[in-house]
Structure formats: C-alpha cells, structure tokens
C-alpha cells in the first residue's frame, strides 16, 4: 500500500511535468486536479514507516513540491523549468520506491 501510494504521487508527478511542459496554461485545470489528488495522497503517505534515507528524500521533496504547488497556483513564469522540476521528483520517487520494494 504505501509503496503503491509513492509510486502514484511519483506518477502523478510525471503526468505534471509532461502536461506543463506541452501547454500549461491549456492543461491548467488537469494539472490542478492531480495537485490536489497528489496531496491527498501525501497525507495518506506514512513517510515514517519508510528507512531513514528515504525519509530524508520524502522531506525534502515535500518542501519542493509545496513550493512548486504554490508556484502552479500562480502560474509559471517557466513553465519549462516547473516542467522539468516535476519530472525530476516522479524520477526520484519512482527510482526510490523500486529500492525499497
């Protein structure tokens, strides 16, 4: 379960990315819906159930994802840049939850 959770965020994270960097501002709306299902399930997430390294990650990515949300809700000055930030995080994620599985 949590696993499946952190590939989901990781995925949605991806999706993100890829909608961002096509047309952000045509994909506006899809992007804030799978913000708001991605938060949903950061709050399900039991990050302390996770190593200690891998809890280190999870801190790390959820200070930059709320910084990124933000900057979703004001709309990219980059939209590349915000684009390639949310790829980066779905990589990571995904590269982590294989390594705990």
Request: glycine share 2%; hydrophobic share 40%.
């Amino acid at each position: 379960m949590r696993d499946q959770l952190l590939l989901d965020i990781a995925m949605n994270l991806t999706r993100i990315g890829n909608w961002a960097a096509d047309d952000f501002i045509g994909k506006q709306k899809r992007i804030e819906t799978f913000l708001k299902q991605t938060n949903d399930y950061l709050e399900k997430l039991p990050i302390h159930t996770y190593p200690p390294r891998l809890q280190k990650t999870l801190d790390a990515f959820r200070l930059n994802y709320d910084k990124l949300t933000d900057e979703a809700r004001r709309k990219p000055e980059d939209s590349l840049r915000f684009a390639e930030a949310m790829m980066t995080w779905g990589n990571i994620l995904t590269h982590r939850a294989n390594i705990t599985a």
